[in-house]
T-cell receptor, first 117, second 113 residues
Framework: DAGVTQSPTHLIKTRGQHVTLRCSPI?????VSWYQQVLGQGPQFIFQ???????GRGNFPDRFSARQFPNYSSELNVNALLLGDSALYLC????????????????FGPGTRLTVL | ELKVEQNPLFLSMQEGKNYTIYCNYS?????LYWYRQDPGKSLESLFV?????AVKQEGRLMASLDTKARLSTLHITAAVHDLSATYFC?????????????FGKGTKLSVKP
């Protein structure tokens, strides 16, 4: 079975532009989470979606938004890019839960390397 | 706020030696993950520890969890060069409808001949 896939692999943008990153989860997984990993740091949680609904949001500005589609794939959108948005954006999929229980194992995709100039 | 601290952040080892990476977390959680990341690559799941006293081993790596002390350890036995990577621990953010992970800053391991 295919793992988590993400596109594009690399992306270069300039300040003020908009970017859309895409993620396809493992077949059968209903939950997708997005993380930002700045060089030299651990991944930071941005969003989690389960069954097309937002289930969690990290401490990121409103310039960051996401959605999940009926086929459980997901998009992460970032508006008005800043230099500080340069990072590896990781998508993780998991079977998902209906809430109130610890998260199950998340499987990470290869990531999208975003560079903002 | 749940915080996760790893130490050391950098570890240079000789092949054949043993060492331990420590992961402390600040609030109650009964699910602890260890991931490996090679340079420029994504995260590879190594271990999931689900209960107090859990111990898991794979090859030269062994992970344990003490939920009372809020501590997990990743022990490396007789290190080899192939183990060179960055190792992250992550704690499940338990409660409500959130299912995210809180990561430590990572331990960059370099194994030298």
């Amino acid at each position: 079975d295919a793992g988590v896939t993400q596109s594009p692999t690399h992306l270069i943008k300039t300040r003020g532009q908009h970017v859309t990153l895409r993620c396809s989860p493992i077949s059968g997984h209903k939950s997708v989470s997005w993380y930002q990993q700045v060089l030299g740091q651990g991944p930071q949680f941005i969003f989690q979606y389960y069954e097309k609904e937002e289930r969690g949001r990290g401490n990121f500005p409103d310039r960051f938004s996401a959605r999940q589609f009926p086929n459980y794939s997901s998009e992460l959108n970032v508006n008005a890019l800043l230099l500080g948005d340069s990072a590896l954006y990781l998508c993780a999929s998991s079977l998902g839960t209906s809430g109130g229980v610890p998260p199950d194992t998340q499987y990470f995709g290869p990531g999208t390397r975003l560079t903002v100039l | 706020e749940l915080k996760v601290e790893q130490n050391p952040l950098f570890l240079s080892m000789q092949e054949g030696k043993n060492y331990t990476i420590y992961c402390n977390y600040s609030t109650t959680s009964d699910r602890l993950y260890w991931y490996r990341q090679d340079p420029g690559k994504s995260l590879e799941s190594l271990f999931v520890l689900l209960s107090n006293g859990a111990v898991k081993q794979e090859g030269r790596l062994m992970a344990s969890l003490d939920t009372k002390a809020r501590l997990s350890t990743l022990h490396i036995t007789a290190a080899v060069h192939d183990l060179s990577a960055t190792y992250f621990c992550a704690v499940g953010n338990y409660g409500g409808s959130q299912g995210n992970l809180i990561f430590g800053k990572g331990t960059k391991l370099s194994v030298k001949p």
